[in-house]
């Protein structure tokens, strides 16, 4: 959890300052706040459980190239798609933007 709270927080930061191009006097806080504690709980707890314990439950423990394969080809096409973005979206909706998840759906 502390460790992808402190990525999400450090990425953030940068896109501010590096992509964004603002000086870091006039980083938003808020949002980096609510971005690393997505990072923590999206990117650490909820694909811990995902990826060291669902996908060994449906795929197996093995780590041969064709079980690697399998496991990509599902985050792609099912995780990625229809829970990772849409709990990204409907997170921002209502700690970022405050209109609700249905509206960071939308």
């Known amino acids: 959890f502390a460790t992808c709270t402190v990525k999400g927080v450090i ?26 504690f997505y990072g923590g709980w999206y990117c650490g707890w909820v694909q811990h459980g995902l990826y060291n ?35 990204y979206y409907a997170y921002k909706g209502i700690f970022y933007d405050g209109d609700g998840p249905l509206a960071g759906l939308a």
């Open 53 to 87: 314990i669902l996908y060994t439950r449906l795929f197996g423990p093995k780590t041969t190239l064709f079980n690697a394969l399998r496991k990509v080809a599902f985050d792609s096409a099912v995780h990625v798609p229809l829970v990772c973005f849409p709990v």
């Open 11 to 36: 990425a953030d930061v940068l896109s501010q300052c590096v992509i964004e191009g603002r000086p870091a006097r006039e980083i938003d806080w808020w949002r980096n706040a609510v971005f690393g």
